[in-house]
């Protein structure tokens, strides 16, 4: 029997799955039943407890629920919501080792790549800021943390620094010149951590993964519906949110751009994103928080440079990769923005005193 059928028999459906989407991570497929369901197999080698991310994702599905609820929305919408098997669990484990999980697909959505205007952007923050808001009150650490020290940018940086004395592949004499650019910017990577150790940035749910990709836009209005790829919800900081939103959408290129002279980091997107994120988090976020906005979009921008380029040295063996050197182009895509927004900040700082 096919795997994936007898997957799909656990979850109770009988169609057909074709494979789905671009993420680096899991393996996605769309099931053409009724209604139509995402199925994916969970990277077991990134998410070493497929069982606490579940555990994770129904808490705070749940919890979303209720609040959309609440406010008279459209649940079945506006959060994500998972089947589960015969046995009631809401991931099934094949006898291989595997861990595959289901979800509705949310019918007359599209995801951006690329944030075709401020616009757009501005309603992608206002569904990212809506599900802060809407956590504030979800006690983070009832939740796992299912990748260790995620966005921790020093050991984010130790990593790097651990794959360039193994050399694994050969590559880091070939790559100096991006390990110059990282270590330049070093300075910056503790900003946050401290923060959180010193408790002037407060620990709250975060999605810690908000690349535009992962809002839904109803098809028609575009409209923010619903946050989805929810396996790093967990504790962190809003300003991991705040910063890997810039990282992709005031980018005027891909993340994967190979001609960096289309890399530009938009001021008029920044300033479209940052009043929508506000407004909707309103008072509640403390004065540090306000004060590291900008560098937010540093630090997790560097901080993602570093991953993509420890990746890139130690052989390609976390990201998927769909071309020779994919990971370095990333890499030098990200520190192209780094450069920028460092000149940036002192206008990034302006506008964020606006609001």
Known sequence: MNPIVNVLEQFGIDAAAVPHGNGHINNTFLVESNPRVILQRINTSIFKKPAEVMENIMAVTAYLREKIAENSGDPARETMTFLTT?????????????????????????????????????????????????????????????????????????????????????????????????????????????????????????????KLNNVLLDAKTHKGICVIDLDTV??????????????????????????????????????????????????????????????????ITLEQATRFLADHINGDVYYHIHRENHNLDRARTQLKLVCDIENLLPKMQEIVSKF
């Open 86 to 210: 015969k046995e009631g669990l809401p991931y099934y484990q094949t006898v291989d080792g595997d861990f595959w999980r289901a979800c509705y697909f949310v019918e007359d959505t599209v995801c951006l790549e690329v944030a075709k205007s401020p616009a757009d952007f501005a309603e992608v923050a206002h569904t990212f800021g809506r599900f802060q808001r809407m956590l504030s009150d979800f006690p983070a650490d009832q939740l796992h943390e299912t990748i260790e020290r995620f966005h921790d940018t020093p050991n984010r940086f130790a990593q790097l620094e651990e794959a360039i004395a193994a050399d694994r592949a050969g590559r880091v004499a070939s790559v100096e010149t991006e390990i110059a650019l990282c270590r330049k910017f070093q300075k910056y990577a503790s900003l946050i951590v401290d923060g959180i150790a010193e408790g002037t940035v407060p620990l709250r749910v975060t999605h810690n993964d908000t």
């Open 234 to 299: 967990m504790p962190g900081s809003l300003l991991y949110d705040f910063g890997d939103a810039m990282r992709t959408g005031a980018s005027t290129g891909a993340e994967d751009e190979i001609d960096l002279d289309k890399v530009q980091f938009n001021l008029e997107k920044f300033e479209a994103f940052t009043a929508a994120f506000l407004e909707e988090l309103g008072d509640s976020m403390t004065d540090r928080e306000r004060e590291l906005l900008p560098y937010s979009a540093l630090i």
